[in-house]
């Protein structure tokens, strides 16, 4: 009887250091980071998906990604949804800057934190955004245009108002038009807003102009690289296209319109800087750790820490 106890008993304390040993080595649940992409349309934001979610895993985190489909609403949905299941820091491309504040109000209330990723959303405690000088990009690319054409017919084709960076853009472009416009040099002929990134609206919009116009395009400005091409596609085959087509992002097919000469230049941003620095502020912040910002900008309520 005194042995079959002690059997028992030992056989016990074995099976309890076994638990606490196998515990004590298992690894610790890995820091979740949501990741609010407004679609994967475009080229340019599966490669900053890929780029976003391997720097987080090497700094011992997890991506939670969702695809809003080009719906804001969704993406407030989608990010309440993430909050509400305890993660702490998302990173958000917003589909509409006014929209998304809804999101960052909710996050602020339960203790999570938003990082704007590459596009601003307006009127709200936003807590972080991440980009580049959209500005200084749309200076860049009507300096570009300037140097090879300073007196013509200009066709301006900006981006969504929806997406803070269009405007910035426009504001850069500009900066650096508006005196040889006031002089009587560059006069803009056409002037629209897309409804979208997307290169079919641009090629409507040029379709629609081409109609009716009876003068030589000199320059073509447009928000973006899929604007540029869905613009120039709105040209029959061996039709004269605009002397000179800027663009941004470097896309592959503004690359190649590069090469057969039917797209002048772009401004190349690099996705792995833009979706480290995001990265790395995700996994510092989910870690409690301190973190500095480089400047800020104003979002119409508060003047966010950005880099």
Not at 15 to 38: C, N, Q
Not at 118 to 143: F, P, T, W
Not at 242 to 268: F, H, W
Request: hydrophobic share 40%; charged share 25%.
């Amino acid at each position: 009887m005194n042995l079959s106890i002690r059997g028992l008993t030992l056989s016990f304390l074995i099976t309890l250091v076994s638990i606490f040993s196998l515990a004590a080595t298992s690894p610790p649940e890995k820091l979740k980071i949501g990741f609010l992409v407004h679609d994967l349309v475009a080229d340019r934001w599966k490669k900053d998906v890929e780029n976003f979610t391997r720097e987080v895993e090497q700094l011992g985190g997890e991506v939670i990604l969702k695809n809003g489909l080009g719906d804001a609403a969704t993406q407030v949905t989608q990010g309440k949804s993430l909050i509400d299941e305890g993660i702490k820091v998302i990173a958000v491309v917003a589909q509409d800057e006014n929209v998304l504040a809804e999101l960052v109000d909710y996050a602020n209330k339960k203790g999570a934190t938003i990082i704007a990723y590459d596009r601003m959303i307006l009127n709200c405690d936003l807590h972080y955004y991440i980009s580049y000088n959209s500005i200084k990009v749309g200076e860049q690319m009507a300096d570009y245009a300037l140097k090879l054409k300073p007196k013509g017919n200009y066709v301006i084709l900006n981006g969504p108002a929806s997406d803070n960076n269009a405007i910035l853009v426009r504001k850069g472009v500009m900066n650096q038009l508006q005196k040889h416009i006031d002089s009587g040099n560059i006069k803009i002929i056409f002037e629209k807003e897309m409804d979208s990134w997307y290169g079919l609206s641009a090629m409507i919009a040029m379709e629609e102009f081409n109609m009716n116009n009876t003068v030589p395009i000199d320059v073509l400005i447009t928000g973006s690289d899929d604007l540029s091409s869905g613009a120039l596609d709105a040209f029959p085959p061996n039709s004269k296209t605009p002397d000179v087509v800027t663009g941004q992002d470097a896309s592959l097919e503004a690359c190649r319109n590069i090469v057969r000469g039917k797209q002048s230049m772009t401004v190349y941003k690099s996705i792995k800087t833009i979706s480290s620095e995001p990265a790395t502020l995700s996994m510092k912040i989910a870690k409690g750790e301190n973190v500095k910002h480089t400047t800020t900008l104003n979002n119409g309520k508060r003047e966010v820490p950005s880099r």
